[in-house]
């Protein structure tokens, strides 16, 4: 079987209800940062240097890990003139994208829920590489959420399927086109807890 669809798997904590080794028989795998402590996908994007070194630490493969040019760490200058730092969700998307995916199925990507607990909060907050300083605050994830609406629209050939747990309904107001679609996670994607 070809997987022809991409996952992308962000750190929020949504995630946890999600069981990756079930998903990743159907994807080819991209995800961000820390991830590869729990799960080892296709593809590993970074650009924070504490966590770059620690992946190259930990023996990832170098193949699969990417690190951006300078150039492509800040959001497009067309964009947005002031040029804020790029974020590894949105790099997984636009690696995966470059490598010809237009089917992207986004997990833990908690910056689109307007509940603040939620949305404030990654799998790996407190642990190396996630201290005060790397951490998002509300304005950044707002920020986010813009930067996504106009990236999607962007890639208006891409569809882009946003899977939260049940019982999520709390989204921030942000303006998507058809292309964004939102599921709750099929039964057969989630965890067993």
Not at 16 to 42: M, Q, S, V, W
Not at 67 to 84: F, G, H, K, L, S
Request: glycine share 8%; charged share 25%.
């Amino acid at each position: 079987m070809t997987k022809n669809k991409a996952l992308i798997i962000g750190n929020g904590i949504t995630r946890k209800k999600f069981d990756l080794e079930k998903a990743a028989k159907d994807h080819i795998t991209f995800g961000c940062n820390a991830l590869y402590r729990d799960f080892k996908p296709d593809w590993l994007t970074s650009l924070d240097g504490g966590m770059i070194t620690e992946i190259k630490n930990s023996g990832f493969p170098d193949d699969r890990l990417y690190i951006p040019d300078v150039e492509d760490q800040y959001e497009p200058a067309y964009y947005n003139p002031n040029r804020p730092r790029e974020n590894a969700g949105m790099l997984s998307m636009r690696l995966a994208i470059s490598k010809g995916f237009r089917e992207l199925y986004c997990v833990g990507m908690d910056f689109l829920i307007a509940n603040y607990d939620t949305n404030m909060n990654n799998v790996y907050r407190g642990t190396q590489n996630y201290g005060p300083r790397t951490m998002a605050n509300m304005q950044d994830n707002e920020n986010r959420a813009k930067y996504f609406a106009w990236f999607t629209k962007e890639n208006h050939d891409v569809k882009f399927i946003m899977m939260f747990p049940h019982g999520i309904w709390n989204f921030r107001a942000i303006d998507v086109r058809s292309n964004v679609t939102g599921a709750a996670i099929h039964h057969y994607y989630l965890n067993g807890d």
